[in-house]
């Protein structure tokens, strides 16, 4: 059984401080959804950004921790070749028997109710304007209550993903320090369901299949969003580190400044792209690469230089960039945040540059045993997300979606999600016009 790692004294003092922030990443996210979509469903946005994370806190507590669970804590085992493989925790329901101490498992419980908030609003993105309130806070409860956990307890909590390292040799088992496979790309996965789901807005595509612009209201939401995560962020991937990665009090620094640089290179090599590709930069495809360098950030961040996480977040931003174009143009997919670009592709990169340049500390006598096979693990990992966390989370939406349809009809798109699901917009002292004016006139 793989053990928990050990704190120091001044750990879980930082450990706390660094989850405390994370709400700011959430506040972040929310704004950003907000922002590029479209000023008439302003208030369900935010409406369903609060219900989706009390949603996702209350399952997670009932019982998304105790399938997660915590390194050396008790779990299910499926054996292989004589080896007991941990595939899901056994632990209480509604944290019962469990002591809110400060002790790491409860510290983990604290960061794993946040994180699962997170991860639940990256599918908003992808479903603005469109998605059902109920059916949106429907579809998190099989997020935060099973999706997430389960993930989550084969990389965080002592599952076979992490004891690949141990029982495989395959370097340190699959890593991801601050979540960018357990948060942003089961989030990112979620998002492509669900826009599958959803199906494209209404005017979103001409009959001929081509894609029409439509721009998000308001920008400022936008890079304010951006500003936000960024903290949050620090804090996430610092936590993430010291909780299940053995990083020292002293790595939060290298944390905050990969995390700081990553962003910066992704956001910038964005605005480059779309100078070159458009003559102007563009200001929400940078913000998308802002954000997408923060999602890769996440997995390598405790273990590589500065100057590697600014490779990480500069081709983060590119691929970011060119992504968007590709999912909304090929594949007609109608993603109005980017969302799964920007946390699904990043994300998988985020994991992938874990094999590429992470530095591990050498494993007892032998300094390469720490660092050998780490690229197959990462493999491994990312082949499970997109083999098998995909096909989970789409056939339980799908089934969701038999028996409650999540899209609004056609009449509460062209109302606005304000109107027709709440009965009051968020900006009533502004005309807000319909497609038909828009279309019409532009």
Known sequence: MTPAPALSDIAPV????????VPLAIAGLSLINTGLGRSRSASHL????????????????????????????PAYQFFLAGRGWNWIGSGSFFLRRMDLDGSPASLACLFGMLSVGLAGLIPLGAGADRWRLRAACASTALLAGWTYPLFAHWVWGGGWLAQMGELQGLGRGFVDAGGSGTIQVVGGLTALSMAWILGPRRGKYTAQGMPSAIPGHNSVFVA??????????????????????GVGPGGAVRVAINTILSASAAGLMAAAITRVRFGKPDASLTANGWIGGLAASSAACAFVVPAEAVVIGGIAGALVTFSVEWFELRLTVDDPAGAISVHGVAGLWGLLSVGLF???????????????????AQLVGIATL???????TYALNWLLNRFYPQRVPLEGERQGMDLYELGAGAYPDFMMHSD???????
């Open 46 to 73: 935010m409406l369903c950004s609060l219900c989706i994370l009390s949603v996702a806190a209350l399952l997670y507590f009932a019982c998304g921790f105790a399938w997660q669970g915590y390194p050396g804590g």
């Open 386 to 392: 997109i083999g098998f966390v995909l096909p989970l």
């Open 358 to 376: 992470a530095d591990f500390p050498p494993i007892g006598d032998a300094a390469s045993a720490a660092n050998s096979g780490q690229l197959l």
């Open 224 to 245: 304010l969003g951006c500003l936000l995560a960024l903290i949050g962020w620090i804090g996430l991937n610092s936590a993430g580190s010291l909780l299940f990665n």
């Open 14 to 21: 930082l450990c706390l401080l660094s989850i405390l922030v």
């Open 436 to 442: 038909e004016f828009s279309q019409r006139n532009f």
